[in-house]
């Protein structure tokens, strides 16, 4: 017999990078933008600084989405900081900073929101990357039991790190493609949830997935079609870029 799903606090909809498009990825103002628009979850990147501070970007580098140049994890938070994280989006958000996971965790606490944090290391830091998100989100959640995040990874060496780190904090393994031996990799970081593709979900997918006691969530959905499809198949999670389109109550 199969045992019981996991407790499932989150909600379905979920803000990718805060606001998807319309805001500087991975930035408070788009965690702003996102919740204007009624997100109560989000999702965001999160890597280490060279002297330690977990901080959020999406690439490994700088330049597409700062004024910065070369690996971001290579520079102390000293100097990201300093860096501008809107300006390469639009003239209205020119000067916002680099925003660091307590930042967020602060914003996200404040209003009552959810956070799902996909560890993204600079190569060759996963384990490191993976106790260090880890260790700082236990510490920021501490007071918040009833809403911890969901911390992700398409990497299993930073899901490890962060499960020897935080046994107790939710993990989810992230999904291109559905390589051999994903399910076993899944249940060995005691997964409670897979995040594919969404191309990748069909029947019987979601029936596996349920089979092992794994939520299921798709990233990234920004069409009417795409997203009909994942509710009729009954997905507990849909990250989305278009937070205009898709009201979060649906």
């Known amino acids: 017999m199969a045992d019981q799903m996991p407790r499932w606090p989150y909600p379905r909809w979920i803000g990718h990078r805060g606001a998807g498009k319309l805001a500087p990825e991975n930035t408070l103002a788009a965690f702003r933008l996102g919740a ?10 999160a890597k280490l600084s060279a002297d330690g501070v977990v901080f959020l970007l999406h690439d490994d580098t700088l330049q597409r989405t700062t004024n910065g ?41 404040a ?22 998100v880890a260790a700082a989100a236990q510490q920021l959640w501490q007071d918040q039991p009833g809403s911890p995040p969901l911390l992700t990874s398409f990497q299993p060496e930073a899901l490890q790190g962060a499960m ?21 990799v899944a249940r060995s970081l005691e997964c409670v949830a897979v995040v594919c593709n969404h191309a990748l979900w ?23 079609w795409a997203a009909q499809r ?15 389109l898709f009201a979060p109550s649906l």
């Not at 204007?36 to 990147?45: K, L, P, Q, V």
């Not at 069909?202 to 009417?224: F, G, Q």
């Open 164 to 184: 020897v780190t935080a046994p107790e904090l939710p993990r989810g393994l992230l999904l291109d493609t559905l390589w051999t031996g994903w399910m076993d």
């Open 36 to 45: 204007a628009h009624g997100y109560r979850m989000f999702e965001c990147d």
């Open 111 to 132: 209003n009552a929101c959810w956070l799902n944090i996909e560890i993204k290391p600079t190569p060759g830091l996963e384990a490191q990357t993976g106790r260090a």
């Open 69 to 109: 140049h070369g690996v971001g994890g290579e520079q102390p938070w000293s100097a990201l900081s300093q860096l501008d994280a809107g300006s390469w989006h639009s003239r209205g958000f020119a000067g916002e900073p680099l925003a660091t996971l307590e930042g967020v965790a602060r914003y996200c606490q």
């Open 202 to 224: 069909d029947p019987t997918l979601v029936a596996t997935a349920r089979t092992s006691n794994l939520r299921a969530l798709a990233y990234t959905v920004n069409d009417d």
């Open 230 to 244: 994942l509710l009729d198949l009954g997905l507990d999670g849909i990250i989305t870029d278009r937070v205009d």
